[in-house]
């Protein structure tokens, strides 16, 4: 789905933000690392500024633009871009031979992730998801892929006894894959 909106140089834009959303950057630092005209890099960062999803911070006479990680609108459209990403990566394709279910979960699902976070999936099936399957996830996204496997059974057990892990995982997943966990 996004994969047709990096037609959009607005997108472009959010996008340089999704992937770094801690980083500081001025507007012809930007124009550059996106190959953008300074003026379109411009229109967009004061757009966004505009609606909240960026702040400006000026040292000196520099203009610097980070994503406002506090913003509800924000963390859900962080959200939906890792959730997207994971689609378009090919992932849940390649383990629904292998897997009943599989949520996102951590940072990625609450929108709170930054450049060093990991993607956390756990997968429920009884059959280990093969190595390179994680592996072209993790190239396709650039982030290092998290992956618990849980059989089913054992998803049922700890899930009835109120474990920790598995409660955190209900409070704040995003299924990717099946029903409900």
Do not use: C
């Not at 459209?77 to 979960?105: D, H, P, W």
Request: glycine share 8%.
């Amino acid at each position: 789905m996004f994969s047709e909106w990096k037609k959009f140089m607005g997108w472009v834009t959010i996008e340089y933000f999704m992937k770094n959303p801690n980083s500081k950057i001025h507007i012809k630092g930007l124009s550059k690392k996106l190959k953008i005209s300074p003026g379109t890099s411009y229109i967009y960062l004061k757009e966004y500024e505009k609606s909240g999803a960026l702040r400006k911070e000026t040292a000196g006479n520099v203009h610097l633009y980070s994503l406002d990680n506090e913003n509800p609108l924000v963390k859900a459209m962080k959200r939906a871009y890792i959730v997207s990403q994971i689609m378009q990566s090919g992932f849940l394709e390649e383990i629904r031979t292998y897997a009943l279910a599989a949520a996102l979960y951590g940072s990625s699902s609450s929108g709170d992730y930054t450049e060093s976070s990991d993607i956390d999936i756990i997968v429920i099936g009884d059959a280990d998801i093969p190595a390179n399957v994680v592996r072209k996830l993790e190239s396709f996204t650039g982030k290092e892929a998290g992956i618990t496997r849980m059989s089913i059974s054992e998803w049922k057990r700890k899930k009835e006894s109120g474990d920790f892990f598995i409660q955190s995982v209900l409070r704040n997943s995003v299924i990717l894959l099946g029903e409900r966990i």
